[in-house]
């Protein structure tokens, strides 16, 4: 009995994976297709880089704001509900897109669509941490983690198919009915495990939802480490989204690539971070074995010099190029998961806050991405691309400096604890 009971969790817990896996992935073929076709936005409707940089402003602010102060939505209804709605909800906002040519529309379906978004990644973070122990987390998380640079990957590559064979306007048709079916699929197939009767060994996750505690921005702000790790997560997100959201426009106008080379080439970022997601969860776990901190600002330094070196390299071909964008893919990338994933669920110590931390994280780094925008916009129109790389390479170095400043912080807090111990003794 005790046998079959363990292969059904083990099936569950693969069926879990895959389900919220493909869920989060598949949000990306939604927000991928903006950065394709920004060139066609601009030269077909007569758009400008700021208005382009706006757009990405229109989708990603609503996804920040709505993690940031309703990170809870999980932990309140369940992750089943909220991931599976929130994904219909994305599709349809976005299933009309190439058929309008007016710029308020374009922005008033992207606010809809980031709306939806903004909870689907603390739902998907909730309905994993019901399933998987604290055991090899990382590992764990840094594998599942794969789905964001894997999603992207995919976003790209069939926004770029799409985009040649059928022009600008069907990059969103497809997608949209992609996520639609994923929806339907989580809310047939995400559980929890009491619901399936199967017992699961959780260390940080706690199974009861009658002891929700609903905290505050500022009480959330006031948890240790949780400031330094968020304004890490705005670092590296802010810099990722200016690689997904410009670069194959970088390398259209400046590098001479063609349109579809362009596109492709970028997906090299991503490819870097599928490899960088599961090799830094696999080497946290296995050589900075509690010095998970440590692990991350490693690897943000590392970013940014594979920027610096991609800046030095851009004259010397193709090869120089993609070796370079897969190393600032791994190290930018790397990291995500266990920022927003491995650390709050740590954090959260058993208590049912952790759609709440997952949230607040993700969101408060997303503010970055919706900074990056117009940011990048005016830099490319007042200045130029090389500036953008010296911004990146800038912010990187402060996302490292914060994750420092959050190793200081635990420390202090077990200096703390064991003090406390020892009154005890």
Not at 203 to 221: G, P
């Amino acid at each position: 009995m005790c046998e079959e009971m363990t292969a059904l969790r083990v099936k569950w817990r693969h069926i879990i994976f895959l389900v919220t896996w493909l869920a989060y992935a598949s949000s990306y073929l939604l927000r991928k297709p903006l950065g394709v076709i920004k060139a066609d936005l601009e030269s077909e409707l007569g758009l400008s880089k700021t208005q382009l940089g706006w757009l990405d402003t229109s989708l990603l602010l609503p996804y920040a704001a709505i993690q940031l102060f309703l990170g809870s939505f999980g932990d309140r209804f369940g992750a089943r509900k909220v991931l599976s709605s929130c994904l219909i909800i994305s599709s349809i906002s976005m299933v009309t897109f190439g058929m309008w040519s007016s710029y308020p529309v374009f922005a008033f379906l992207l606010f809809c669509n980031g709306a939806a978004q903004s909870q689907i990644w603390p739902s998907c973070i909730k309905g994993l941490g019901e399933w998987f122990s604290g055991q090899q987390l990382n590992t764990i998380l840094g594998t599942w983690g794969t789905c964001v640079f894997a999603g992207g990957v995919m976003g790209t590559s069939l926004a770029v198919y799409l985009q040649s064979m059928y022009g600008w306007r069907s990059t969103f048709l497809l997608p949209s009915f992609i996520v639609i079916f994923l929806g339907i699929l989580v809310s047939l197939l995400l559980k929890k495990p009491n619901k399936s009767h199967i017992e699961v060994d959780t260390v940080n996750i706690s199974e009861s939802t009658s002891t929700q505690q609903q905290l505050t921005f500022w009480q959330i702000w006031k948890v240790p480490m949780l400031a330094e790790i968020s304004i890490t997560m705005f670092c590296v997100k802010i810099v990722r989204y200016c690689m997904y959201m410009w670069l194959p426009m970088y390398l259209h106008q400046f590098l001479g690539y063609g349109k579809s080379e362009a596109g492709m080439l970028s997906t090299t970022f991503e490819i870097g971070g599928v490899a960088g997601s599961i090799v830094l969860g696999y080497t946290v776990d296995r050589w900075f074995a509690g010095k998970t901190i440590l692990g991350v600002m490693v690897a943000i330094i590392l970013s940014a010099i594979g920027f610096i070196l991609f800046l030095l390299t851009s004259d010397y071909g193709w090869m120089f190029q993609v070796t370079c964008l897969l190393l600032c893919g791994m190290c930018n990338c790397g990291p995500d998961a266990i920022l927003s994933g491995t650390l709050p669920l740590e954090i959260a110590m058993g208590r049912n806050i952790q759609s709440s931390l997952s949230g607040f994280i993700n969101g408060f780094g997303t503010i970055g991405t919706i900074l990056q925008g117009p940011i990048i916009g005016v830099i490319v129109q007042y200045y130029n691309w090389m500036v953008v790389f010296y911004f990146m390479i800038l912010t990187s170095l402060i996302g490292a400096l914060s994750m420092f400043r959050a190793s200081l912080v635990k420390k202090q807090s077990n200096l703390k604890i064991e003090s406390r111990d020892d009154l005890l003794i």
